[in-house]
C-alpha cells in the first residue's frame, strides 16, 4: 500500500514537498514514480527513480525544478518540487513497481496511492 501526502496550496515561485510512503511490503526492489493528473488531462509522467535510488528520470517541465529522491530504510520516496508554476497544479500520484527499470509508463506500474492534490496560485 503506498501513501501519498505533502500537497497544498502554494504561490506561483513556491516549493512543496511530497511523500510517497509505503506500508505492508518492503520498498526495495521496486522502482518508484509520480504522476500527475490535471483537471480535464489526462495522467502524465512526473519523475521516476530506480529501486537503488540511483537512477531518476523527470519529464521536461519539471527538470531542473523537480528532485525525486529515496530513503528504502523509512521506505518512503519524496518529491521535492521548487519554482512551482500554475501549470504544476494537478493531483499527483505515487506508483511502485517491482523492476531494475525505471518506468516512466503509467501502466506499467503495479501499485499506486491514492493521489495528493497540489495547487499553486498565480
Known amino acids: 500500500q503506498l501513501q501519498a501526502s505533502g500537497g497544498g496550496l502554494v504561490q506561483t515561485g513556491g516549493s512543496l514537498r511530497l511523500s510517497c510512503v509505503a506500508s505492508?511490503?518492503?520498498?526495495?526492489?521496486?522502482?518508484v514514480g509520480w504522476f500527475r493528473q490535471a483537471p480535464g488531462k489526462e495522467r502524465e509522467f512526473v519523475a521516476a527513480i530506480n529501486w537503488r535510488g540511483t537512477n531518476a528520470y523527470y519529464t521536461d517541465s519539471v527538470k531542473g525544478r523537480f528532485t525525486i529522491a529515496r530513503d528504502n530504510a523509512k521506505n518512503t520516496v519524496r518529491l521535492q518540487m521548487n519554482s512551482l508554476k500554475p501549470e504544476d497544479t494537478a493531483v499527483y500520484y505515487c506508483?511502485?513497481?517491482?523492476?531494475?527499470?525505471?518506468?516512466?509508463?503509467?501502466?506499467?506500474?503495479?501499485?499506486w496511492g491514492q493521489g495528493t492534490l497540489v495547487t499553486v496560485s498565480s
Open positions: 506508483a511502485a513497481d517491482e523492476t531494475v527499470w525505471v518506468p516512466v509508463n503509467s501502466g506499467e506500474y503495479d501499485y
Open positions: 505492508g511490503r518492503s520498498f526495495i526492489t521496486y522502482a
